[in-house]
């Protein structure tokens, strides 16, 4: 059984902006206003789910919060460093 594509889905797939991902992602983000660096994340996040509009899945999330606890444990543990 072969499957059947929507000619104008196709089109949208092909005219998607393909570069979008790599141009967000090169910004120089440490100097930007807060308000900018907010759009750039919500920019980043909708051309993500663009490209996969099943992400973030729970286990994406799950993981994504695990990772963020091992590094707040991690900096928990280098608080000291540098202190004198």
């Known amino acids: 059984m072969s499957a059947r594509f929507d000619a104008a889905e196709l089109r949208r797939y092909a005219r998607?902006?393909?570069?979008?991902?790599?141009?967000?992602?090169?910004?120089?983000?440490?100097n930007l206003p807060v308000e900018q660096k907010v759009r750039l994340a919500i920019d980043l996040y909708e051309a993500a789910r663009i490209a996969n509009p099943g992400w973030p899945s729970e286990a994406d999330r799950r993981a994504d919060f695990a990772a963020h606890l091992r590094v707040r444990a991690l900096l928990d543990r280098a608080a000291h460093v540098g202190r004198r």
């Open 16 to 30: 998607r902006d393909w570069g979008a991902l790599e141009r967000l992602a090169h910004v120089d983000r440490v």
